[in-house]
């Protein structure tokens, strides 16, 4: 998450960016990890006039044709490669891509049909993310409605926190709201208890909740 919401991008610096080195080589003077993320820079630095999703696509899939690929950093493959797709985004920090599935990570085929699962599989992430995005408005309005009757600042600053999060603890709640661990339990409640919102663990301890849209 946090790569992908702030700070400079890979293609200033792949090491600074995953903010790791080589696990197996943690006490060596040379860092193979940066070197073999020099490899891979150096290969991406070569497409610098394809588009930034066609960059990010080819730079995905040569990530483990430079090494990168030895410690299961599949994950962090995709994440650098979301975040250079937004690179020229005007304002967008990434792209999604994994909510479209898994068909726009997939190896295999020529690089023009790899290049089409991945517009594909952005294109299916995006409206997933908008159609999302829909329901927690509609939510945030709904819920607005349902805790007109309740005082104080705890029901709408943890409304904006449930909003603003897929998941939300009882600890984590009162973090965000500033509000005591009494009146967040209590307005948890009373929001399960009207529907909108649905514990997500089934757990006595550690619960977690989420919106029910």
């Given at each position: 998450?946090?790569r992908?919401?702030?700070?400079?991008?890979?293609?200033?610096?792949?090491?600074?960016?995953?903010d790791?080195r080589?696990?197996?080589?943690?006490?060596?003077e040379v860092?193979?990890?940066?070197?073999?993320?020099s490899?891979?820079?150096?290969l991406?630095?070569?497409?610098?006039?394809?588009?930034p999703i066609?960059?990010?696509?080819?730079?995905f899939?040569l990530w483990?044709l430079a090494?990168l690929g030895?410690?299961?950093e599949?994950m962090e493959?995709?994440?650098?490669?979301?975040?250079i797709?937004a690179?020229?985004g005007?304002g967008?920090?990434?792209?999604?891509l994994?909510?479209g599935g898994?068909?726009?990570?997939?190896?295999?085929?020529?690089?023009?049909?790899?290049?089409?699962?991945?517009?594909?599989?952005?294109?299916?992430a995006c409206?997933?993310?908008?159609r999302?995005?829909?329901?927690?408005e509609?939510?945030?309005?709904?819920?607005?409605?349902?805790?007109?009757?309740l005082?104080g600042?705890?029901p709408?600053?943890?409304r904006?926190?449930?909003?603003?999060?897929p998941?939300?603890s009882a600890p984590?709640a009162?973090a965000l709201?500033?509000?005591?661990?009494t009146?967040?339990q209590?307005?948890?409640?009373w929001?399960?208890?009207s529907g909108?919102?649905?514990?997500m663990?089934?757990?006595?301890r550690?619960?977690m909740?989420r919106v029910a849209n």
């Open positions: 998450m946090r992908l919401t702030g700070g400079p991008g890979p293609e200033m610096g792949l090491s600074a960016f995953l790791r080589d696990p197996k080589n943690l006490d060596d860092e193979p990890f940066a070197d073999r993320a490899d891979w820079l150096d991406v630095a070569q497409a610098a006039d394809l588009h066609a960059r990010a696509c080819m730079g899939h483990s090494g030895q410690h299961g599949q493959a995709a994440v650098t490669a979301t975040r797709a690179s020229e005007r967008a920090i990434f792209a999604p994994a909510m898994a068909g726009g990570l997939r190896a295999g085929g020529s690089p023009t049909d790899r290049l089409a699962r991945w517009l594909d599989g952005m294109e299916t409206l997933t993310a908008m999302h995005l829909d329901d927690i509609a939510w945030a309005a709904r819920a607005e409605a349902a805790m007109v009757p005082s600042k705890t709408p600053a943890l904006a926190a449930l909003t603003e999060w998941l939300v984590m009162e709201t500033g509000a005591s661990r009146a967040v209590r307005n948890l409640a929001m399960e208890a909108l919102i649905r514990e663990t089934g757990q006595g550690y619960r909740w």
